[in-house]
T-cell receptor
Framework: KAGVTQTPRYLIKTRGQQVTLSCSPI?????VSWYQQTPGQGLQFLFE???????NKGNFPGRFSGRQFSNSRSEMNVSTLELGDSALYLC???????????FGEGSWLTVV | AQSVTQLGSHVSVSEGALVLLRCNYS??????LFWYVQYPNQGLQLLLK??????LVKGINGFEAEFKKSETSFHLTKPSAHMSDAAEYFC???????????????FGGGTRVLVKP
């Protein structure tokens, strides 16, 4: 059974640009969550989608957005990139609330 | 609001020695508790999960954790450390079967384990 797949694994962007990251959840999982990991702030919850609806949102500015498609695949977008957005972005999937959440390998974003 | 505190950002153990990683949580409702491990340049791998079925939870790679409600703790242990245990470990909490909370996990700051030969 395939795990959570994230693309791209590594990318470098310039300040002011925008970026889109993609996540394919484990087959049968309808919940997809996104997290940002940085050395200074640790692991922080961005948002969660379930059946194409945003169910929960963390404390991030509106430049961070996401969506989920009917096949449960999800994308997150960061607009007007700042240096501080450099981080590992992790996607996680699960069946529903309270079920085990499985993480992908992450997308390393460097903003220069 | 939930929170998780991991005592000690770095732990050094000798190969074959006991590994003990501490985790304390706060939650207004019965929690689900998790331990994840992260190897360099990788995502998070689930070690074990507490869901109120049993207070002592056994996970992968010889790890186990004990839920103590009175102490609001969920410490992770492994009797004998192996070189391959060198990694960063994260404790996390989510609310139990709360549809509104979804699958939001709140993580501790992580504990990096160094294993000395």
């Amino acid at each position: 059974k395939a795990g959570v797949t994230q693309t791209p694994r590594y990318l470098i962007k310039t300040r002011g640009q925008q970026v889109t990251l993609s996540c394919s959840p484990i087959s049968g999982h309808r919940s997809v969550s996104w997290y940002q990991q940085t050395p200074g702030q640790g692991l922080q919850f961005l948002f969660e989608y379930f059946s194409e609806t945003q169910r929960n949102k963390g404390n991030f500015p509106g430049r961070f957005s996401g969506r989920q498609f009917s096949n449960s695949r999800s994308e997150m977008n960061v607009s007007t990139l700042e240096l501080g957005d450099s981080a590992l972005y992790l996607c996680a999937s699960g069946r529903d609330s309270g079920n085990t959440t499985y993480f992908g390998e992450g997308s390393w974003l460097t903003v220069v | 609001a939930q929170s998780v505190t991991q005592l000690g950002s770095h732990v050094s153990v000798s190969e074959g020695a006991l590994v003990l990683l501490r985790c304390n949580y706060s939650s207004s409702v019965p929690p689900y508790l998790f331990w994840y491990v992260q190897y360099p340049n990788q995502g998070l791998q689930l070690l074990l999960k507490y869901t109120s079925a049993a207070t002592l939870v056994k996970g992968i790679n010889g790890f186990e954790a004990e839920f103590k409600k009175s102490e609001t703790s969920f410490h992770l242990t492994k009797p004998s450390a192996h070189m391959s245990d060198a990694a960063e470990y994260f404790c996390a909490v989510s609310e139990e079967v709360n549809k509104a909370a979804g699958n939001k996990l709140t993580f501790g700051g992580g504990t990096r384990v160094l294993v000395k030969p």
